[in-house]
């Protein structure tokens, strides 16, 4: 079983930022992508932001240019630095990570949520 731990949501004033971190622990040989999704009030989840073991990234077109994901992969830990935020990105950020606990296939894991409210 895998846990997902995210960390570094809060409030936040337009124009300010944060940094969202989620650390993964539990039973697992290695993890292949991880990333960040949001959930608004009323609204779908949403992909915000990947990143594959070897570093590629991609981006929804709203964040590009102000949000940027890395991880570490020796502390199994995925970060989001989120600069330039809008009343817009107020969310419910969601970080997954696909697991492998063989060669094959990966399983899909989520965190518990981290709200993050950009209000004036």
């Known amino acids: 079983q895998v846990q997902l731990v995210e960390s570094g949501g809060g409030l936040v004033q337009p124009g300010g930022s944060l940094r969202l971190s989620c650390a993964a622990s539990g039973r697992f040989l290695s993890i292949d992508a991880m990333g960040w999704y949001r959930q608004a009030p009323g609204k779908q989840r949403e992909l915000v932001a990947g990143?594959?073991?070897?570093?590629?990234?991609n981006y929804a077109d709203s964040v590009k240019g102000r949000f940027t994901i890395s991880r570490d992969n020796a502390q199994n830990t995925v970060y989001l630095q989120m600069s330039s935020l809008k009343p817009e990105d107020t969310a419910l950020y969601y970080c997954n990570a696909d697991t492998k606990t063989n060669p094959f296939y990966a399983t899909r894991s989520w965190g518990q949520g981290t709200q993050v409210t950009v209000s004036a």
């Open positions: 990143i594959t073991s070897d570093g590629r990234t």
